[in-house]
């Protein structure tokens, strides 16, 4: 089929035709004058895979293990903002996606469906964002219902003191809906050193999911999963790498160590 969908870079302009403009410019703009977001592009585009030969790679392993959960591969659901934005159902369709393609989703502290409605629409692993809040009573208060509704673990976001400045949301005179976790208003997991160093090898995927959702809903998300799952299922064929383990810093290069090779 013509429209067949082959690549996940492919469901951005679906999604730019399905969204309104001030949506769209919400969910793909970066701050400012976006230099930041150009250049997380191009420093992906400048990584260069190192292969191993004559490695047996007839069948790739990608299941791997977070904070005791095994999950289908290191492709993980970040955390993102108002998903009915993009799709009616929002993050309900979002998570049983997840659930599907047997994947933890992180549920945003700006989602624009509760933690109570998410865990209620499939039987799945979660887990909860969560900001430094300057109030802390809320921040224990989503934490308790988080816990609660069965989340296993808080991502705690600590580099973001200040909400960016996007010229685009400005234009267009975007204003957010209320975020649906803050309407009315602690034993989960806490990472240790060797848990963070596991949870920086794993992907977060935060706006292919969106497109995959605003073009398609559910199905828009499982599929750009499994397009991505497929795509690194090759690429460690490809690398010489039998499973998610084998997989290390000696597979990449970039231009900061072509750098240092030629001083």
Request: charged share 25%; aromatic share 6%.
């Amino acid at each position: 089929m013509a429209d067949e969908i082959v690549n996940v870079n492919e469901f951005q302009e679906l999604a730019r035709q399905a969204l309104p403009k001030m949506y769209y410019d919400f969910y793909a703009g970066g701050a400012e004058d976006e230099h930041t977001l150009k250049k997380n592009v191009q420093e992906f585009q400048r990584i260069i895979l190192l292969p191993r030969v004559l490695v047996d790679v007839s069948n790739i392993a990608l299941s791997t293990n977070i904070l005791g959960y095994t999950i289908s591969s290191p492709i993980m659901i970040a955390p993102t903002s108002m998903h009915k934005l993009a799709h009616p159902e929002g993050e309900l369709a979002t998570a049983r996606a997840a659930a599907a393609c047997n994947t933890i989703m992180t549920l945003s502290f700006s989602a624009s469906c509760s933690v109570e409605e998410v865990a209620a629409s499939c039987d799945a692993v979660r887990f909860f964002q969560l900001y430094v809040c300057k109030r802390r009573d809320v921040a224990v208060k989503l934490v308790q219902r988080a816990e609660k509704s069965g989340f296993k673990a808080i991502v705690l976001t600590a580099d973001r003191p200040r909400r960016g400045r996007k010229e685009a949301d400005i234009k267009n005179k975007m204003i957010l809906p209320q975020l649906k976790n803050l309407e009315g208003l602690m034993s989960i997991e806490v990472f240790s050193v060797s848990k963070l160093l596991k949870w920086a090898s794993l992907i977060k995927v935060g706006r292919p999911v969106i497109y995959g959702l605003a073009a398609k809903g559910e199905a828009g998300v499982r599929k750009v999963m499994h397009m991505l799952k497929d795509e690194l299922e090759l690429t460690m064929a490809l690398a010489g790498c039998p499973s998610v383990e084998d997989i290390s810093r000696s597979h990449v290069r970039t231009d900061r160590d072509r750098l240092q090779s030629m001083l």
